[in-house]
């Protein structure tokens, strides 16, 4: 179905005037079938520091369980595709994470970097995001995303209160 332009740009206005996006967007990145708006989780940036979470590691966990812990959480929900365990480093591939209409949209996809630092007493974790809706994909971050990774491997790695 084709809206006639008049239409289209009336209700684009609407939405402006209202403050809200066309969009409906629920918890699990759902968008109401036809939105060509990425999810309100994502954040465009440009810098690296607002996309990136640190975690201070526990006292007298070994690399070994620290390297597993951190791909056993990574691999619940996504694919990892490159693990250095000597590095401490673990990147997953990108992901199709917006579902519409009951299928993963490709224009907007996410995928986390995490590495250990500080000789593995601290977990970084960064996560990426690309919304292509033109020539050049809006690049930035999953808050939603970051937060839930981050808090999961807070919970396995972290230092106890």
């Excluded at 209202?18 to 465009?44: D, I, L, M, Q």
């Excluded at 590691?57 to 996504?78: E, K, N």
């Amino acid at each position: 179905m084709r809206l006639p332009p008049l239409l289209l740009a009336c209700a684009l206005t609407a939405c402006a005037s209202s403050g809200k996006t066309a969009a409906a967007v629920s918890e699990r990145g759902t968008v109401t079938p036809g939105s060509g708006f990425a999810p309100a989780t994502f954040v465009r940036t440009t810098a690296d520091a607002p996309a990136m979470r640190s975690i201070d590691v526990r006292d007298g966990l070994s690399r070994q369980t620290a390297m597993r812990s951190l791909t056993d959480v990574l691999s619940q929900r996504y694919v990892v595709d490159v693990v250095d365990p000597r590095a401490g480093f673990a990147m997953t591939t990108w992901h199709a994470s917006l579902m519409r209409e009951g299928v993963p949209d490709p224009r907007y996809r996410t995928r986390f970097v995490a590495r250990f630092v500080n000789d593995w007493r601290a977990l970084q974790v960064r996560s990426e995001a690309r919304f292509a809706r033109g020539e050049e994909p809006d690049v930035g971050y999953d808050s939603a995303q970051l937060d839930s990774v981050a808090n999961e491997l807070r919970t396995k790695l972290g230092k106890k209160p």
